[in-house]
Structures are given as structure tokens and as C-alpha cells.
């Protein structure tokens, strides 16, 4: 029989919101249960954020040892062994997914295996291989993530991969195609070109990573051809064809229908949220039109005792976003005041040189009718930065014209993905270009940069 077991808060997935969600809702004296189908740490921890950027740091490692020479260090005889690269990647996850479970042990969190399904406003099933168990809760937090978009005529197979597949490869690829030229797209075509993959992006729109400022996607893109790497913007991917040891992709661009052959053909064009096999809307619980879950500011569904958080919310698809959300949810659920406020939520790409923002730009923020002054400084001029023979780049600050107030942040260079955490703090705590200008900052160091970038917006600097 099934007897119901009871618990306070129920959370669904174990991803940077879910386990997030779980922790903070025990340590705030809930009794917690997680429910997760897959492995502990989500797509973040298995499959998205972490074996990226493990996979990235191991390709950079090979092109510092083959391509050191104007730094005194030259190498022969430099191999890559792929199995190894792919078990460092496996090892990190490894590490990191046990610690998950690990915190939710320490938590006194239950963690449940199985596909959890609503039933109704207090109660789910939960299903394995061999049962399913009622759970009957007062609140849920749900935090099931989102899957790769497939596209016509590119059916997900042994040659057509998401970004699971691509992670995953036994070999390097000696050519690969990369559809969609987003961050997940450009972040893999760097680590293959890296690896001495030949690589094609094909991107529909005018431009790969639009999400960010021309003046960064144009290093992006630069780096990416000096690494052999073949970017071909406004192309329509058609269809995918295996062939007897690779794949072929047909795309057309400007009235041109062409043919490119490859090992794979990675398929990144968007991601699209887990609401479908939940049962939520049987429950009333009220979706948008691309299937993401409304939410208030305490990330409250359309049914009062129901919270969604992380990729299945609007907003930037981001691990950070989700465990923030997942703090909110779980610190709601417990009666706090606390409510989400995205001012300060940074976007890093991990490409080279690495892009990140956080804040308003230029343009948005004349946009929402500031009045603003703006500082850019470069890495060239750092010398940090020289010496560490990292010069593409540049910090740019953003700030309200009337008294400095810094409004937002965009960096590229080696290292964004850190220097922007800086800036993050200015927005969120309301600094001006002053308190950014006074700080003392460490010389020599990258994290001089946004202050000699203040010191520019300020009218001046010292060393432009
Ligand atoms: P997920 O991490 O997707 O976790 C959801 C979990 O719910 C999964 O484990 C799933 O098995 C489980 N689940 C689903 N349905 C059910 C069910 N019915 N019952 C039980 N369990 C269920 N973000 C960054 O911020 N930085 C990065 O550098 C970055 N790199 C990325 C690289 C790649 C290749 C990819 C694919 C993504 C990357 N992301 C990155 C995005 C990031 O991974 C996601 O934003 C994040 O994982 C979302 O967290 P989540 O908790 O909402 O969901």
C-alpha cells in the first residue's frame, strides 16, 4: 500500500535552485524533502556550468603549452589525451555532486529518487522503477530545470548532440559544427577550437552572442578566427544528414543553400523549460506562453503554497539566478519578508577574452532616462594584465551623471567572469564611482582595472 508520508516543504529537482531551496528552507527549521529524478547538482553541476568551464580550463591549458614561446617557454612533443581531459572533467563533478549530497545530509534534508508528478495542491507522487509514494506537504518548491530545444531536421542522435553530447565526447572531434552561436554555443566552439577541433558556428541572427556589446562580441569573434574557427552569421541551419563516419549539415546564408561536413554537429538554440510532465496544469498553476511558471516577487506561483524557482521562471536561465530565487522561495515559505530584485544579477560568458555584465549599459540605461557618464579603460594599459600576456579587454563602468551612482558594469579580458563580482557589489549596494575610485586596490592586479576605469568616468585618470 501507499501510505502518504508527510513533510513540510517538498522540493522538485536537486539543481542549483532545488538543493539551494532545500538548504535554506531546513536551516530555517522546515522539514524538508528533495525529490530528484536524475543525479544530485542538476544540470549546473552535471551537465551545464561546471564540466563547461572544466572542459574550457583543460583546453586552455593545452594552447598555454603549445603557444608560449614569446614568453621564454618553448614545448615540444605536447599531447592530448583526451580520456584524460574527459576524466578531469568527471572527477571535478564528481567531487562537487557529493558535496551536494553531503550539505543536504548535513541539513537532515530526505532525499528522495524518482519523478515527482502533482496530484493535487498538498500532495504528489513520486515514482521510481519499481513504485510510486504519496507525499503530502504544505508547501513545494519546484526547480525542474530546463532541456535542450531540438530543431527540424536535427533529431538529437549519435552524431547530433545537445550539450550533454558535446560534454561528453570519447574523442576530440577533428571538425565539428556549432548551431547557435549563444553563450553555450560559443563556450564549447572555444574549447574545441582550443583542442585543434576545426571549427563552424552557423548563427541565424547578425551576430553571435547578442546578448552582449559589440566592441566585447568583437573580440570574441576575432579570437575565435585566429583559433581557425569559421563563423557564419545570418545562416539558416536546414538539416543534418549522417554520413558513414561523420555527419552532414545543409544551411543556407544570403540566398545560398550550402553543404558543411563534420564529426558532430552540436545543436545549442535555446533551452526550454520542465512544466510539461508535472501535472501543473491540472493544478491551475498558471504558465506563460513558452511554458515558464508565473511567479510574484517571493517566487510564488498562481497557487499560493506552490513556489517555482531557476530555469523554469522567467528570466536569464543562470545557475546564480536560480539559487538566488531558491533562497527567496525557501526564506517566503518560512514567513521572512524577502523578495527578489534582479538589479545586480551578472551574465558571464567564459569565452576569450571572457565577457561579463552586470547592470545597466550604455544604451539601457539612456534607455530608462538616465543622464550618464560612462569610463572605459583597457587591459592593455594594466600591468597585470601585460605581464601575464592577457591584453585584450577593456572595463567599462556606467554611472548616473548627476552624482556617479554606478548603474552597471561590462568587462571583457581574462578574468571578467571575477572582476564583474566588483561591480556587482557597486550596483547592488549603491556605490558611486568615488567609492569604486578610493578603494585601495592591490597592484599589480586585474582588479585595478574598474578602478582606473572609475577614475576615467570621473574625468580623472592616471593612466589614460
Ligand atoms: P537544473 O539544474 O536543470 O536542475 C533541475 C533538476 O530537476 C534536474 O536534476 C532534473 O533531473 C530534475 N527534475 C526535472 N523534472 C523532475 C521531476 N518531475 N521529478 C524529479 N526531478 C526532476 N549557468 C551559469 O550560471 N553559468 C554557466 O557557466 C553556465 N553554463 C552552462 C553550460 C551548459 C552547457 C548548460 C547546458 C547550462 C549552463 N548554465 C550556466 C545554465 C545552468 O546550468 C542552469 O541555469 C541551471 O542549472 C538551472 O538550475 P535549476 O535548478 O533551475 O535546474
Same mark, same amino acid.
Given at each position: 500500500g501507499d501510505f502518504p508520508i508527510e513533510t513540510d516543504t517538498v522540493v522538485v529537482g536537486a539543481g542549483p535552485g532545488g538543493y539551494v531551496a532545500a538548504i535554506r528552507a531546513a536551516q530555517l527549521g522546515q522539514k524538508v524533502t528533495i525529490v530528484e529524478k !536524475? /543525479?544530485?547538482?542538476?544540470? @549546473?553541476?552535471?551537465?551545464? @556550468?561546471i564540466p563547461s568551464k572544466a572542459l574550457i580550463a583543460s583546453s586552455h591549458r593545452y594552447q598555454h603549452a603549445l603557444h608560449s614561446d614569446d614568453m621564454g617557454v618553448t614545448t615540444e !612533443?605536447?599531447?592530448? +589525451?583526451f580520456s584524460k581531459v574527459q576524466s578531469f572533467k568527471d572527477s571535478v563533478v564528481k567531487k562537487l555532486t557529493g558535496g551536494v549530497e553531503g550539505l543536504l545530509k548535513g541539513n537532515k534534508v530526505e532525499i528522495v529518487k524518482g519523478e515527482a508528478y502533482f496530484v493535487d495542491k498538498n500532495s504528489m507522487k513520486v515514482m521510481d522503477d519499481k513504485q510510486s509514494q504519496t507525499y503530502e506537504f504544505k508547501n513545494a518548491i519546484i526547480a525542474t530545470g530546463s532541456r535542450p530545444i531540438e530543431i527540424p !531536421? $536535427?533529431? $538529437?542522435g549519435k552524431r547530433v548532440l545537445d550539450s550533454t553530447g558535446a560534454l561528453a565526447l570519447e574523442e576530440k572531434p577533428e571538425k565539428l559544427i556549432v548551431i547557435g552561436g549563444g553563450y553555450i554555443g560559443t563556450e564549447l566552439g572555444t574549447a574545441y577550437a582550443n583542442f585543434g577541433t576545426e571549427v563552424t558556428i552557423l548563427e541565424?541572427?547578425? +551576430?553571435?552572442? =547578442?546578448? $552582449?556589446?559589440k566592441p566585447m562580441t568583437q573580440l570574441v569573434k576575432k579570437n575565435l578566427k585566429k583559433k581557425g574557427a569559421n563563423i557564419v552569421t545570418e545562416a539558416m541551419a536546414k538539416s543534418a544528414e549522417e554520413t558513414e563516419n561523420g555527419v552532414k549539415v545543409t544551411y543556407e546564408a544570403k540566398g545560398e543553400t550550402h553543404e558543411v561536413e563534420a564529426d558532430y554537429v552540436l545543436v545549442t538554440v535555446g533551452r526550454k523549460p520542465n512544466t510539461d510532465e508535472l501535472g501543473l496544469e491540472e493544478l491551475g498553476v498558471k504558465l506563460t506562453d513558452r511554458g515558464l511558471v508565473e511567479v510574484d516577487k517571493q517566487s510564488r506561483s498562481s497557487i499560493d503554497n506552490i513556489y517555482a524557482i531557476g530555469d523554469i521562471v522567467p528570466g536569464l536561465p543562470l545557475a546564480h539566478k536560480a539559487s538566488y530565487e531558491a533562497k527567496v522561495a525557501a526564506e517566503a515559505i518560512s514567513g521572512e519578508k524577502s523578495e527578489v530584485d534582479y538589479l545586480s544579477i551578472p551574465a558571464v560568458c567564459f569565452t576569450e577574452p571572457e565577457l561579463a555584465t552586470v547592470g545597466l549599459t550604455e544604451a539601457d540605461a539612456k534607455d530608462e532616462g538616465f543622464e550618464i557618464t560612462s569610463g572605459k579603460f583597457p587591459f592593455a594599459a594594466n600591468g597585470r594584465a601585460l605581464g601575464l600576456n592577457e591584453t585584450d579587454g577593456f572595463v567599462k563602468v556606467v554611472a548616473r551623471k548627476? +552624482? !556617479?551612482?554606478?548603474?552597471g558594469a561590462q568587462v571583457a579580458g581574462n578574468g571578467a567572469s571575477d572582476i564583474i563580482s566588483e561591480l556587482g557589489l557597486a550596483v547592488e549596494t549603491g556605490m558611486t564611482l568615488e567609492d569604486i575610485a578610493l578603494t585601495i586596490h592591490a597592484?599589480? /592586479?586585474? =582588479?585595478?582595472i574598474p578602478m582606473e576605469a572609475a577614475e576615467v568616468a570621473l574625468g580623472k585618470p592616471i593612466h589614460s
Open positions: !536524475g /543525479t544530485l547538482g542538476g544540470v @549546473c553541476l552535471n551537465v551545464g @556550468c !612533443g605536447v599531447s592530448l +589525451d !531536421g $536535427f533529431k $538529437f541565424g541572427m547578425k +551576430d553571435i552572442l =547578442g546578448g $552582449f556589446e548627476e +552624482d !556617479g551612482l554606478v548603474l597592484h599589480p /592586479t586585474l =582588479g585595478e
